[in-house]
């Protein structure tokens, strides 16, 4: 099947063309047996090309297959070309098999909705996005996908277009990639002066073989400067520090849309690109260190503003702002294979959290707010149990997938000298513990907030939302098996050696060499975190319910500050929104356009008009008058040669 990756991302295109075109003609049942089937086939296809793969020696598994070519002119020569190997075919494992359980448990969660036929379109587009930008063999087709993305992230959020609010977040969410995809296309516009050539095996050999005119930059150098300007196409697609201010808003599209933006496609193509192009950024200390900067601080605030949420959601999209942090902290570090772990672990659970959101919002007919639910647990114990897994895997308890992936992020930081990065992440990941059991306690345990018409209502999900949570919930539990550390004694990390091969080429750190004790305590230490923070939202919230309010009145103006989001939304609306709103007003509509534009516009259609009025005597079928025109045309002429002639 490695001869047919092209199969991989046209049979979701085809299922979205389908259902696009005829599905408004078709019974809901025929649309999503096309749509979850194309998300199959595809999910199908990646795994038997991920086991053909493997099947190859390590040096062999990279496979480029070049379909046509795409663009030539002068010295540009643009491929259509998919690359399978390792880091891709993991990619492409993720999205399709996490997106095809995403689009079964769509079935009884959009079963009532209109636009059905509409809304698997766009997911099956979305997936075919996300696969052209992972199996991209260049630049330029990588960068088709990254806009196909944002293109469907913005019809998913918007997919309520009659609601403002979404329709606000929609455009949110498309205005602030575009300012990220600036950075992005930049930097490849760099890479292509710099390299003349947009292949990454290309560009990646003559970086690679290059020590003299690549070397290791202590300053800013060429590297840096297109490794910044990548980072910047990053950060807006990842939603890291200052362009996430989109992701929290992106919860106003449906509930499975937010689970495979956040889980499977869209937030992870900023933390990909940046492993992909790990040969660029490990020769750029510097940018290194702002991504670490970047991501820790991402990590942390997020975090703080996830402490007092009160919509479902929104907890989970500000788990997901901290988790990116995390990865991209990983790459910052150089421990590249560290961080694609942890996109892989967390896909399963935030994908798990965010449908198990979707079953309690169902079972409550609509409600998002957590002081008015508790209590859920006996009514939905499917749901409650396999969220109860998820939040466990986020907050590292071992031996769940979270645990596994978060520890080699925080053990990689330290080893390699960030002691104060790892400090924060380590503080960082006590409070993922806290606000995630928060959650869970406020929405399944302790007493009833609900109205009782809300309890009339409750009831479990059906077969087909539940059994994607089960099926997450299996993926959660043994999810980080795939990459057990070197201190359980079962030798090297085996994920870490099958992406080995996609990083040869990537510049390798020193390590500070450590014992398995050291490792070991350290796993410990991490554990002790996630276990302090769900003990304190046991006391806050099970034992004590009042103290949570105690301490927000006691502490109102942070509580605040936090629960309006540091006044970000409020500050950007002052510095950008507002100055732009009023220039655009102000000057560009009432001065330029209908001062200058359209002044010009009309004052020459007036000219126009008013010496036809006055023409239009000339016209008036009167022989004598015609007669008269013509002598004094005659006249004119004459004057005219016998004066500049003489």
């Not at 513990?433 to 406020?442: D, E, G, N, S």
């Amino acid at each position: 099947m490695i001869n047919y990756l092209w199969l991989i991302p046209i049979v979701p295109l085809a299922g979205a063309t389908v259902n696009g075109l005829a599905g408004k003609r078709m019974s809901k049942s025929a649309v999503s047996i096309i749509a979850c089937g194309a998300a199959g086939i595809s999910f199908v296809i990646s795994l038997i090309s991920f086991f053909s793969l493997l099947k190859l020696a390590p040096e062999q598994r990279h496979v480029l297959q070049v379909f046509f070519t795409w663009i030539a002119s002068g010295d540009f020569v643009a491929k259509a070309e998919f690359l399978l190997d390792p880091l891709s075919s993991v990619m492409i494992l993720v999205v399709t098999g996490v997106g095809f359980v995403i689009h079964v448990y769509s079935i009884g969660y959009m079963h009532a909705e209109n636009g059905y036929y509409r809304f698997f379109s766009y997911m099956n587009l979305f997936l075919f996005s996300m696969l052209v930008l992972v199996l991209a063999g260049n630049f330029l087709l990588m960068f088709v996908g990254w806009e196909g993305v944002g293109l469907c992230s913005y019809l998913l959020i918007g997919y309520y277009f009659d609601r403002k609010s979404a329709g606000d977040a929609g455009k949110k969410a498309f205005i602030v990639n575009r300012i990220g995809d600036v950075g992005f296309i930049l930097g490849i516009f760099l890479i292509f002066l710099t390299f003349n050539n947009l292949n990454f095996g290309e560009v990646f050999r003559q970086i690679a073989t290059g020590s003299q005119r690549f070397p290791l930059e202590a300053g800013v150098g060429i590297l840096t400067a297109i490794s910044l300007l990548l980072f910047v196409g990053a950060t807006g697609k990842s939603a890291q520090i200052p362009l996430y201010v989109w992701l929290p808003d992106a919860m106003e599209g449906p509930t499975p849309v937010s689970a495979l933006i956040h889980a499977a496609t869209m937030v992870t193509a900023g933390v990909y690109m940046v492993v992909r192009c790990s040969p660029i950024f490990s020769r750029a200390p510097l940018a290194l260190d702002v991504i670490v900067i970047v991501g820790i601080l991402t990590a942390l605030m997020a975090a703080t503003i996830g402490l007092v949420q009160t919509d479902i959601k929104r907890v989970l999209a500000y788990s997901t702002v901290s988790q990116l942090g995390y990865m991209f902290v990983a790459a910052g570090v150089g421990a590249f294979s560290a961080g694609i772990f942890h996109l892989m672990t967390h896909a399963f659970f935030k994908a798990l959290l965010f449908l198990g959101a979707g079953s309690v919002i169902h079972a409550m007919s609509g409600e998002q707010d957590l002081m008015r639910m508790g209590a859920l647990r006996k009514h939905t114990p499917i749901t409650f149990w396999t969220m109860f897994i998820a939040a466990l895997a986020i907050s590292g308890i071992f031996p769940l997938a979270g645990f596994f992936s978060k520890d080699e992020i925080l053990w990689s930081a330290w080893t390699r000298g960030h002691h104060f990065i790892w400090l924060v992440g380590f503080i960082t990941a006590g409070m993922t513990a806290f606000y995630m059991f928060r959650l869970i306690f406020l929405a399944f345990c302790g007493e009833s907030r609900r109205s009782k018409e809300a309890d009339h209502h409750l009831h479990e999900s059906p077969g087909s939302m539940t059994g994607p949570l089960v099926i997450l919930g299996i993926l959660s539990i043994v999810g980080g098996f795939v990459g057990l550390p070197v201190w359980m004694n079962f030798g090297p990390n085996k994920f870490f050696l099958f992406l080995e091969p996609s990083l040869a080429m990537t510049y390798r750190p020193e390590v500070h060499e450590a014992t398995h004790i050291e490792e070991l305590g350290f796993a410990f230490a991490s554990i002790l975190a996630a276990v302090i923070g769900i003990y304190i939202a046991y006391r806050m919230y099970i034992r004590r319910p009042k103290a949570a309010n105690e301490l927000a009145n006691r502490f109102k103006y942070m509580h605040q500050f936090l629960f309006r989001k540091y006044y970000i939304d409020e500050l950007y609306d002052f510095l950008f929104i507002k100055p732009a709103v009023r220039i655009s007003t102000g000057f560009l509509w009432k001065k330029w356009d209908v001062g200058v534009i359209d002044n010009t516009v009309n004052g020459t259609g007036r000219m126009i008009e008013e010496s036809g009025s006055l023409l239009k005597h000339v016209q008036n079928g009167l022989i004598r008058s015609y007669a008269a025109w013509i002598m004094l045309g005659t006249i004119a002429v004459l004057l005219y040669i016998s004066f500049f002639r003489s």
